[in-house]
């Protein structure tokens, strides 16, 4: 009897000695950017991508929204996709709560390699984004998926599928197609796009898109589409990057 009473002693205060774990970190928004990398995309309009997402989280304008928050600071992670044998993550979670912060993940992305890959996985590039929230480590009143790209799904689920059940779980899919009035791969030009991603792609309360007529003016349409989303604004809609 002693000896058990003295390991039921040893094992009550080794319980209370083992460290709790730490709480998750409250943050006002949980944002996964899904950026298409399929070779729809060539390496110029590769360039301009990269750079349209690189310039906006340097963005003073998207800085001041990201300082505004109850908690001052965002949770980011970007994910590059193609067909469903090609979805990766090139920066994980990481907190943004300065414009040192937001410059430093704007730099590392800048510097990260790029890489093309066939298909166009919409479907599987909304469910690879929605496991980036199990386990993010953080805590938010929002978590938000930023999916763009050129081209629909002809690989993989089908995109509604995937997204109707991220928004059954709380998260919100944002969308970025970009209209090319080219032909691809011998295909004439998607200029239904919009029409596509406004029906199939995004979804939850307050979810938009931003369509970029071109890669020349994606980056406008990133800096307003991240300052809208980061500052909570505006409801279910499509919208022009002016």
């Known amino acids: 009897m002693k000896r058990r009473t003295a390991l039921v002693g040893s094992l009550a ?11 998750d970190l409250p943050v006002d928004l949980q944002l996964v950017l899904a950026v298409d990398v399929s070779r729809s995309i060539d390496e110029v309009e590769a360039e301009l991508q990269r750079r349209g997402y690189v310039e906006a989280l ?8 990201i300082l505004s928050g109850e908690h001052k600071r965002i949770a980011l992670c970007y994910t590059e996709w193609a067909g ?32 093309s890959q066939s298909w166009t996985a919409v479907g599987a590039a909304l469910a690879h984004a929605g496991q980036r929230f ?31 059940r991220l928004v ?23 200029l239904m796009l919009d ?18 007529d071109d890669f020349g ?15 909570s604004i505006g409801a279910t809609s499509q919208a022009s990057p002016g």
Do not use: C
């Open 58 to 65: 340097a963005n003073d304008r998207i800085i001041d929204a």
């Open 217 to 231: 003016h994606f980056g406008r349409a990133v800096r307003t589409k991240l300052v809208r989303e980061i500052s």
């Open 168 to 190: 059954s779980q709380g998260i919100v899919v944002n969308g970025l197609p970009v209209m090319m009035n080219r032909s691809n791969f011998g295909r004439p030009p998607d």
């Open 13 to 23: 205060a080794l319980v209370a000695t083992t460290p709790a774990r730490a709480a």
């Open 84 to 115: 469903t044998h090609y979805q990766v993550v090139v920066i994980d979670w990481t907190v943004i709560d300065s414009a040192a912060e937001a410059r430093r993940f704007a730099e590392k992305l800048g510097e990260a390699p790029r890489q």
């Open 134 to 164: 199990e386990g993010s480590g953080f805590t938010s009143k929002r978590r938000v998926i930023d999916v763009s790209g050129d081209g629909r799904t002809n690989d993989g689920p089908p995109a509604e599928m995937v997204r109707d």
């Open 195 to 212: 029409k596509y991603y406004e029906e199939n792609v995004i979804g939850g309360p307050g979810s938009f898109m931003i369509v970029a």
